[in-house]
């Protein structure tokens, strides 16, 4: 049963205050319900209404729907909106990269000491998205954790393809560290976080941190992130439709869920172009052996999309290993709701999440 006319102040609230915590397999593992129904297995009403609202335009014509990596960039993201209250300083700089220019935006609450610094990794498929599509996410995670923020505009395929992304995500992450105090950043309070393939880079970043010595990452959030790109089993992810709770909408869900399944392989040849082997860990952190020893991670799930499940199992592998982890829910919610911020009030809560893990780990 929906509660209609509840503003968005009140939704937001409802996410903070209803919330069910629980130990899955040895993760902390944080439910949040529908702010506005009780209805379980369903889309959240504004997902619903998004929805309805792109499947009732006008059918694409022919030539439209041809394939076009310009096109699919160009409906990337979403006309999201600033939350922030306070005055963020937004400046752009550009990282003197080993393979070129490493474009950045860097945001930050007025403060009198070093902040803790969070690297951000823009979510698109591994092929698209930018800097103006995390903007607003940035300035609200930068307000609401009291932290410099540096936004990565990172080498995309399919003209750079793996690992060219990746290189420029870890060469920021080094930038950031060597250049810290000039940036207002504490040196030692260092953390990634990433949507989607971002989340992937910042996944893959902390595993690469880890094998070269270099100490540089604390924290790690992860928001619905790629970390089996092929959706290869193992012990800990099997992928199945069966383990998603529909009651509503059932065909409608079902197509939610299962068309960026049916994307991975064009994401692969896009990115991977057939030179690098899917589970490679670099690719898929989910097959990377030495867990121990990586940095506390927050993995932030939606509940009908296709990515969930193998988050889910990242956790998994990441809590056996002894990494403290923490698994955040959100109930009805589908793939890249962070875009919707300002209009989803999970958007802006999952900032707030972030914003507290981070200041769990750093004080």
Known sequence: MSTHHISYAQLLHRLETSALTRNENGVETVIKP????????????????????????????EAETAFSIEAIRAQMGWPNQDVTTSAIRIRS?????????????????????LLPGVIFFHGGGFF????????HPCK?????????????DYRLAPEHPFPAGLEDCF????WVHRHAEGLGIAKEKIAVAGDSAGGNFAAV?????????????KYQALIYPVVNLGSIETDDYRWSLAQYDIHEHDELIRGIVLSLGESADLFNDIYLQGKTDVTNPFVSPLFHAKMKGLPD??????????????????????????VETRIVQYRGMDHAFIDKLGEYPQAEDCMNEIAKGLKRVFG
Not at 94 to 110: F, M, Q, T, W
Not at 128 to 135: A, S
Not at 171 to 174: H, N
Not at 300 to 308: I, K, M
């Open 34 to 61: 529908i702010p506005d129904s009780d209805t379980k297995g369903t889309l959240d009403p504004r997902v619903l209404d998004v929805v309805l609202r792109q499947r009732s335009e006008e059918p694409a014509t």
């Open 93 to 113: 700089l550009v990282l003197d990269g080993e393979k070129g220019n490493i474009p950045v935006r860097v945001y930050a609450p007025k403060a009198d000491e």
């Open 128 to 135: 698209g998205g930018d800097l103006e599509t995390v903007e």
């Open 140 to 152: 609200a995670l930068a307000e609401k954790a009291n932290a410099v923020v540096v936004s990565v």
């Open 171 to 174: 060469e920021a992450v080094k």
């Open 205 to 217: 970043c902390a595993i690469l941190d880890q094998e070269q010595g270099t100490d540089m990452i």
């Open 297 to 322: 991670a927050l993995i932030v799930t939606a509940e009908y999309d296709y990515l969930r499940l193998e988050g889910e199992a990242y956790a998994r592998k990441l809590a056996r290993a002894g």
